[in-house]
């Protein structure tokens, strides 16, 4: 089964990369905003904290500045003088003037008994008893001045003048998350005020008193905002709001409706309502206010006898806070990607740098496949560049084999092509020979067979043999040049060698040699023509005989190669060896080193020529001095061979 191969390093390592990108970017950004989150609602509420105590410091900065001037009014001669001789008008003309400074509403001077001697707003109305006020009956009862917030009645107010009592009605309008309605109208009117007794002497004269109205009056709530907001204003609604409760009711306040007017009479919420008025406490907390949530500030307002009557509220718009929080997490945002960008930008880089190499080497070991050696350029120092570096490397040795095997086969071709050129002209030359040969040898054995004459005899002899000698050398050149016949059958080339070395054992030649034998049994039987195969291995033994003269070993071993099919034998001795110069002619017909008369340079042409009608090789080692190992193969399938031109005719 063939693998499908995909490019998939490069994916594996940006899906890993930019998941740790991704995964820390998470991570940071969720820390980061668990941090802002906290840091911003802890910032959020302090500032609450400290805008209602700033809230508080000016509303009872507000009631003092009444208590200084009442104080200071009761203590002025003039004005203790008019009250004993009732000369009203100057006491009317002197609270007016005072009234209108301090931007308050009402001003009254009363007896010692706590009936009204003159009113700022009401010169016809006096004698009335106002000693049921709390403030005036703290007065009379305690020869002290005092302040604070108080409530007023709308009966008490008609006395002032219609107007007041309409500014103190208030219709209430219901709003989401307020506390359960129990009324629908408001005509009691919130105010802060202050009381001082007017003594002559030691004896308590009088009680001067002055209020300031908080329903409906703005002045206080927006004087605390403008102070601690300015107009910071968000998605239409004012950043910072200030409200005065009058029980659980807005009596003035700068929180707006949706239809922008002031959220004057709508009610705090129930949970405020326990906590504050009920439980007397100080509410630091989210609120939801008319229409939106506030970070929310409320405390109690008390009354002289420290009961509670009111809240001051202070709140701050939340979404001001979400936007930092927004804001803040969008930064954390854009730094974690930026940082991610950074981190692609980078690790592409570095995939880019792994993924290059890795592709080279692909596309090189690609090409080599194909048989193309190409070397990689590279530039990386780590594993990878030591990699292409060994790669090419083995491209320089595979490509330096792969020279030297083709330079072996030219070598060996051009040898075959020399020998087959030789054999060429060796057997035109042997043809020739071969019938003036036969004639002198029948002529002579016909004179040999005539002449009596032993003198002649014995010359007619010698030219007998020399050309029997002749017909020899021309039957070997026309052996190499494979023009005699073959005939193949079945046979065992172990037999073969068996036979043959029985037979040289006692040859004197072979009397200083040891012979050794390597058969492989499993060597299956061959074509071959046998008296040839003999001839193959009886010039080699005899080659290696005359190589070792001082004496030696002869080795003759079989194997057979299954996964190509071939049988190879070898013939090796510890002789003399060839001269490098001479081992690519030891193949040429009448090559020889040994003296005239004992060879003729045939033996090896013979068997290169065998080897080659039967598709073998043939092929030679040799160490100068050492040894020589000649190596045949034979194909087990020799082939059909029908190259059988011309015998020799011997006639
Ligand atoms: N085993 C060997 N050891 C050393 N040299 C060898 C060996 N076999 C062959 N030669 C060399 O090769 C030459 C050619 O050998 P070849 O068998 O063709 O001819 P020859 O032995 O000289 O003569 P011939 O075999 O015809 O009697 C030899 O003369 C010898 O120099
Ligand atoms: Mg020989």
């Known amino acids: 089964m063939k693998a499908r191969f995909k490019a998939k390093i490069g994916v594996k390592l940006v899906v890993s990369l930019m998941s740790v990108v991704v995964i820390s970017g998470i991570s940071s950004i969720i820390i980061s905003r668990n941090v802002i989150n906290k840091n911003v609602v802890g910032q959020a509420y302090e500032e609450v904290r400290v805008n209602l105590n700033?809230?508080?410091?000016?509303?009872?900065?507000?009631?003092?500045?009444?208590?200084?001037?009442?104080?200071?009014?009761?203590?002025?001669?003039?004005?203790?003088?008019?009250?004993?001789?009732?000369?009203?008008?100057?006491?009317?003309?002197?609270?007016?003037?005072?009234?209108?400074?301090?931007?308050?509403?009402?001003?009254?001077?009363?007896d010692g008994a706590g009936r009204v001697i003159v009113r700022?707003?009401?010169?016809?109305?006096?004698?009335?008893?106002?000693?049921?006020?709390?403030?005036?009956?703290?007065v009379l009862g305690n020869g002290k001045s005092c302040s604070g917030t108080d409530i007023i009645s709308r009966?008490?107010?008609?006395?002032?003048?219609?107007?007041?009592?309409?500014?103190?009605?208030?219709?209430?309008?219901?709003?989401?998350?307020?506390?359960?309605?129990?009324?629908?109208?408001?005509?009691?009117?919130?105010?802060?005020?202050?009381?001082?007794?007017?003594?002559?002497?030691n004896r308590l004269i009088g009680v001067i008193y002055g209020a300031k109205l908080l329903n409906n009056n703005f002045e206080l709530v927006d004087r605390i905002k403008n102070l601690l907001f300015k107009d910071e204003r968000l998605g239409g609604y004012d950043i910072g709001t200030v409200t005065i409760f009058m029980d659980d009711l807005r009596i003035s306040t700068n929180v707006k409706n949706r239809d922008g007017k002031r959220a004057v009479g709508t009610q705090v919420s129930e949970e405020v309502y326990r906590k504050v008025i009920e439980r007397e406490q100080v509410w630091l907390d989210k609120a939801f206010v008319v229409n939106n949530w506030y970070l929310s500030g409320y405390s109690p307002i008390y009354d002289i006898k420290q009961k509670v009557i009111g809240i001051l509220y202070v709140g701050i718009l939340e979404e001001k806070y979400n936007q930092i929080e927004r804001n803040a997490t969008i930064f954390a945002l854009l730094v974690t990607l930026i940082t991610a960008f950074i981190a692609v930008i980078l690790s592409v880089y570095l995939i880019r740098?792994?993924?290059?190499?890795?592709?080279?080497?692909?596309?090189?070991?690609?090409?080599?496949?194909?048989?193309?050696?190409?070397?990689?350029?590279f530039t990386s120092v780590d594993e990878l560049g030591y990699l292409c570096m060994t790669f090419n490397t083995m491209i320089d040795a595979i490509s330096e084999r792969d020279r030297k095997l083709k330079e072996q086969t030219e070598m060996q071709m051009a040898q075959s092509e020399k020998l087959a050129s030789l054999g060429r002209l060796a057997s035109g030359i042997a043809h020739e020979i071969n019938n003036p040969l036969t004639g002198v040898l029948t002529y002579s054995t016909v004179l040999y067979d005539e002449i009596k004459d032993p003198g002649y005899r014995s010359d007619l002899k010698v030219i007998i043999d020399e050309t029997l000698r002749c017909r020899e050398i021309v039957k070997g050149i026309l052996d190499f040049a494979r023009e005699t016949k073959i005939e193949k059958r079945p046979g065992s080339i172990n037999k073969i060698i068996t036979e043959l070395l029985s037979i040289i054992e006692k040859h004197v030649t072979f009397q200083n040699i040891r012979i050794k034998k390597d058969l492989a049994e499993n060597l299956p039987d061959i074509n071959i023509d046998i008296n040839q195969i003999k001839s193959v291995f009886n010039n080699l033994a005899m080659n290696a005989a005359d190589a070792m003269q001082e004496g030696g070993e002869m080795t003759i071993s079989t194997e057979y190669n299954e996964s190509n099919k071939k049988i190879i034998c070898r013939v090796a001795d510890t002789g003399i060896g060839i001269k490098e110069e001479n081992l690519n002619k030891i193949f040429d017909p009448f090559f020889t080193t040994k003296e005239t008369g004992k060879g003729t340079g045939l033996g090896l042409s013979v068997t290169y020529g065998i080897i080659k009608r039967h598709n073998g090789t043939i092929r030679v080692v040799s160490t100068e001095g050492a040894g020589t190992t000649f190596t045949i193969e034979f194909p087990v399938d020799t082939g059909v061979d029908?190259?059988?031109?011309?015998?020799?005719?011997t006639g």
């Open 155 to 201: 009966d008490f107010l008609l006395r002032e003048g219609k107007e007041f009592a309409d500014q103190a009605f208030i219709k209430v309008i219901p709003t989401p998350r307020a506390r359960r309605i129990d009324k629908t109208v408001e005509t009691n009117s919130m105010c802060i005020k202050a009381a001082a007794p007017i003594f002559s002497g």
């Open 642 to 649: 029908d190259v059988l031109i011309k015998t020799m005719t």
């Open 353 to 377: 740098s792994i993924i290059t190499p890795i592709r080279h080497l692909v596309a090189a070991s690609k090409q080599m496949a194909m048989g193309n050696y190409r070397k990689i350029d």
């Open 120 to 138: 700022a707003n009401n010169f016809g109305k006096a004698g009335d008893d106002v000693s049921s006020d709390q403030y005036i009956r703290y």
């Open 54 to 110: 700033t809230a508080q410091y000016i509303y009872y900065k507000r009631i003092n500045i009444i208590y200084l001037f009442t104080n200071h009014l009761a203590s002025l001669g003039y004005l203790q003088t008019a009250i004993l001789q009732n000369n009203r008008y100057l006491l009317y003309e002197k609270l007016n003037e005072v009234k209108k400074e301090l931007d308050i509403d009402l001003m009254t001077i009363t």
